[in-house]
């Protein structure tokens, strides 16, 4: 799933020229991009943990955390 999503976005990226404003390849753009998707659901699922609640993907909560 995130190799497919991380080669639309590489597409994207190359469709719209977008890597010539830094010199910067495709591809290690969309890692780039794909690094921060990484660590924001990280920090989320430790914010979730420090409050003890669960989710769901429409933000209603659930009860506490899972383990």
Known sequence: M???LADEI???INRV???NNSNTPD???ANYLM???DAFE???NQRDKWYDV???PLGKHFG???D
């Open 2 to 4: 995130k190799t497919k």
């Open 35 to 37: 690094g921060c998707l």
């Open 64 to 66: 506490p955390a899972k």
């Open 10 to 12: 590489r597409d994207a």
């Open 27 to 29: 591809y290690i753009l």
């Open 42 to 44: 990280a920090a989320v």
């Open 54 to 56: 669960t989710l769901s």
């Open 17 to 19: 020229s977008r890597e």
